[in-house]
C-alpha cells in the first residue's frame, strides 16, 4: 500500500479503514455541518478526510483551513469539476474504502460503522450507497435499477452482476481496488451523469453494486447549483445524459431514443399549450413548457449527430 502524501494532521499510526472524500463549490454553509457529524462519530473507526475545492467564492477554504486542521484541504485554483476533483483526491488517500459524500449532507450517527461493517462482509459488492434522507426525513431516492434509456437497449447492458444498476453520487463507498480497477470516475462528466457511469463501470469489471440501509446521511441536495436556473441546470442533466448515451449505447439504441424523446417533447408541449389556454394560469405551467421545448431541440440535434456519427 502506498504512504499517503496527506498533512501529519490527518495522520493516523493505523492505516485508515475509510477515506472520506468531499467535493466542494461555494458551499460553506453546508460544509460545517458536514464535517462535524463526521469528527463527531467515534466508532473506532480510523478516518482520513480530504476536502477538495474547486474554486469557491465563498469562505470554504478559510472554514476548513481554520476550524478543521485535521481535515487535508485541497484547494483548486480552478473548477475541476465533480470528476476530475474526486479523483485528485482518491490518489493522495490510501485507505481501502473510499466514501464519496457531498458537502451539503450530515452524516448519522452509526453510518461510518454501518458502511465499514458491510463493504467488510459483502465481498462481492465493488461499491455501495446508504440511505439518504431530505431534512424532513422523509426519503431520498438513492437506487435505481435502470439505466436512461434503457428499454431501447439491445444487449448494452444485459447480464452484469447484480440488481443495482447505479446509485446517487451524494453518498457512495467504494472499494479502493475497484475504482482503481476501472479507472476512477470518467473526466468527461463535469457534473451530473458521473455517477451513473460509475456504476455501470463497476459492474462491467464484475462487482455487484449494494445498498446499506443501517447507514443514513441528510442530504440538502444541489447548494453547489442553487444558483443556477432551472432551464438551464435541465441542460446540464441532458448534456450528461447524452454523454452516457455516447459512451455506453450503440448508435441504434441512442436513436430510438431521442425518436422517443421528441414524440413525448411534441406531445407534452401540445397539450401545456391546451392547459395554459383552459386554466389561466400560465405561470404555473411555463417552467414545464421550456423544459420540453428544450428537450425537443437538445434531442432533434442529438439525433442528427448520432446518424452522421
Known sequence: MKASPLCPAVQNTTMPDISIIIVNYNTADYL?????????????IHLEIAVVDNASQDDSVS?????????????SRENLGFS????LATNLTNAKYIYYLNPDTEVKPKCLEAVYAFMENSPTVGMAGTRITYPDNTPQGSVETKYPGQKHCTNEVKG???HIAWLLGASLVARREVIEQVGGFTEDFFLYGEDIDLGLKIRQAGWKLGFIPDAEIVHW???????????????KKLMAEALFYKKHYHRKTITNICQANIKQALWRIATLHLEMFLFKDPCSLQNKLDRYRLSLAFFRKLAIETQHS
Open 32 to 44: 460545517s455541518a458536514c464535517l462535524t457529524s463526521i469528527l463527531s462519530q467515534s466508532a473506532g
Open 63 to 75: 472554514l476548513v483551513r481554520n476550524q478543521f486542521q485535521q481535515v487535508h484541504l485541497i484547494a
Open 84 to 87: 476530475k476533483a474526486n479523483n
Open 160 to 162: 452484469l452482476p447484480g
Open 221 to 235: 441536495e444541489g447548494k453547489s447549483e442553487r444558483n443556477t436556473l432551472p432551464v438551464e441546470l435541465f441542460h
